[in-house]
């Protein structure tokens, strides 16, 4: 795999042990930055397949240079690397962002991220998983409906609408809806990742 990469972050000795770290790895960094504009402005020029950015950095942050690549129509896939544990980060995975992990995690975890998001799929660390808040079990087994917790069962399978109503006999437009009842029960934002982390980890809301 020969990705090639933006990075940015504001901490100068942190993007170079990360850019050394990428670069002995096989990638291809063809670009860094300090800031939020630099970092926009190197992936216009670039064209990365990856852009790995800190959340907080100055002029623009991480979240909103994904914001504004998704607006413009770039194609390219944003992992944040941060300290921060934030649900509002979490939301935006599927969204305008494809990875989230932690500046904690080992670098291992790192390329972990990349290859999942190179393949075209979201990446969210154990860690950050373990702490962000979920709506609780025992709560939606009161708010949801049987046929909604069937439909949860297999969206946390990672099926799709199609296949959940060939299995349930319900046309592909009545399991969208179902769906999007279960997303403004839970208050969870409309992706599918962050369904997936509910039912991992939740497994006893099915028994």
Same mark, same amino acid.
């Given at each position: 795999?020969?990705?090639? %990469? ?7 000795? %942190? ?6 770290? @990428? ?36 002029? %623009?942050?991480?979240?909103? *240079?994904?914001? %504004?690549?998704?607006?413009?129509? @770039? ?42 998001? +190179?393949?075209?799929?979201? +990446? ?18 009161? *708010? ?37 009842? *279960?997303?403004?029960? @839970?208050? *969870? ?19």
């Amino acid at each position: 795999m020969k990705a090639t %990469l933006v990075l940015a972050d504001d901490h100068p000795l %942190l993007l170079q042990g990360t850019r050394m770290f @990428l670069v002995q790895n096989g990638f291809a960094v063809v670009g860094t930055a300090s800031d939020g504009n630099q970092a926009y402005n190197k992936i216009l020029k670039h064209q990365p397949q990856i852009a790995i950015l800190d959340f907080d950095m100055p002029k %623009l942050n991480g979240i909103e *240079i994904a914001k %504004l690549c998704k607006q413009n129509g @770039l194609d390219v896939k944003i992992i944040i690397l941060t300290l921060y544990k934030q649900e509002a980060i979490i939301k935006e995975v599927g969204q305008c962002i494809h990875g989230y992990i932690l500046k904690e995690d080992a670098l291992d975890e790192l390329i972990r991220c990349i290859k999942k998001v +190179y393949k075209g799929e979201t +990446y969210v660390s154990k860690k950050i998983s373990e702490h962000v808040f979920l709506p609780d079990v025992n709560e939606t087994k009161e *708010i949801l409906t049987a046929t909604e917790l069937k439909i949860l069962q297999y969206l946390g399978k990672d099926w799709s609408s199609t296949a959940i109503a060939e299995a349930l006999f319900i046309s592909k437009r009545t399991v969208e809806k179902h769906r999007s009842n *279960i997303i403004k029960k @839970l208050g *969870i934002k409309s992706s599918q990742n962050a369904l997936l982390l509910w039912v991992q980890k939740n497994p006893d809301i099915f028994h």
